[in-house]
């Protein structure tokens, strides 16, 4: 190992438990379980927040937020966004297009900066796009700034917003303005899921990332009413952006996905305008949540018992129990452990492929 790598490796060992990683083009920020945010890349565009444009090979605490416990973190193209355990926020790196949403003048900031856009407001989230940024409040209501060409923002036809504005979704029958739960933010589109679980979209759609049935541009935010076999959407619990993709999972740990790229269904670079169940790999799983970057996605399944049969059996022993569930695997590193007291074994299992 050289010494560059060794010290990069002493320096991820000092930050201690990672809560959150999130990438940019150039530059990694992590937040760690204490709150600090640790930064490092080029430093192109003053994204590392360090100060300037200079670069830090190995990760460096952002000194600027010391004082303040960070909650969550979010990374555009070449800008950064931090969430604190106050309801601030802050952002710094590029803002040619509005990113930053701090004035309309700043385009770009080597230090994290407040964005005095949200004095006396609280916000419990924030999503980066590519060139734009997404908060919600604690009142559920969607803000968006930056770059808003393609429609990624959803307040109509322009090309920038310098300071967050926010973002109004409507159910389309009575016209009323609906609280937002979540968003997400790809590209040059965005998704957002209400309180009660309906998804919304809009922006860029030229591969059918919106998830409408067709390829065309969305300057405000439209429900996604339908699958691709023409069933009504259930309730979803989650949504995630790619660069061109979508994907969600609704109330009974189905995962969806639709847009381009690696969405989950046969082919490497599948293209479909409307959501499209995952039904490869995905039985007897229930997924609860998901991980998505530019070009690929993680959905998590978690190991849930359902039953175990016999409840009881002879003292004797040497009972075959079946434990039924979800998010097994077929390993020779499966176990079970039967604890009594301070006593504790653990026993190899048999995976069943037909149950």
């Given amino acids: 190992m050289s010494y560059e790598s060794a010290h990069k490796a002493q320096n991820i060992e000092k930050m201690g438990h990672l809560q959150q990683i999130c990438c940019g083009r150039d530059h990694t920020l992590n937040l760690t379980r204490d709150g600090d945010v640790f930064s490092y890349g080029t430093g192109t565009y003053s994204a590392c927040g360090h100060g300037g444009s200079r670069a830090a090979l190995s990760p460096m605490i952002l000194k600027p937020l010391r004082d303040k416990r960070v909650v969550k973190i979010a990374c555009g193209e070449s800008h950064s966004l931090i969430l604190t355990d106050k309801c601030d926020v802050y952002s710094w790196g590029r803002g040619f297009e509005g990113q930053l949403g701090l004035s309309s003048s700043i385009e770009i900031a080597s230090t994290p900066q407040y964005i005095k856009s949200f004095y006396g407001q609280a916000v419990h989230s924030i999503e980066a796009g590519a060139y734009f940024s997404l908060a919600i409040t604690d009142n559920h209501m969607l803000y968006g700034w930056g770059e808003a060409k393609m429609g990624q923002l959803g307040l109509g036809k322009q090309r920038e917003v310098r300071t967050p504005q926010h973002i109004r979704v409507y159910e389309e029958e009575s016209k009323q303005e609906l609280k937002v739960q979540s968003c997400s933010a790809g590209f040059g589109h965005t998704a957002c899921l209400t309180e009660n679980g309906d998804l919304y979209t809009w922006g860029f759609n030229i591969y ?19 699958d691709i076999s023409q069933h009504n959407m259930q309730r979803q619990i989650k949504v995630k952006c790619s660069n061109y993709g979508t994907f969600s999972i609704d109330q009974n740990g189905h995962p969806y996905s639709w847009g381009k790229g690696c969405l989950g269904h046969r082919g490497t670079n599948s293209i479909f305008d409307l ?47 079946s434990i039924t569930g979800t998010g097994f695997v077929n390993s020779e590193k499966l176990r079970v452990r039967f604890t009594y007291g301070d006593l504790s074994q653990e026993v190899q299992c048999m995976f069943d492929e037909q149950t």
């Fill in 208 to 226: 059918g990332q919106l998830g409408l049935g067709d390829k065309n541009t969305r300057w405000y935010p439209c429900r996604v009413k339908h």
């Fill in 275 to 321: 959501p499209k169940m995952i039904e490869i790999n995905t039985d007897n799983r229930i997924f609860t949540d998901m991980y998505a970057n530019d070009d690929s996605i993680l959905f998590y399944a978690p190991i849930r018992v359902y039953n175990i049969s016999p409840s009881c059996g002879p003292s004797k022993g040497n009972t075959l129990i």
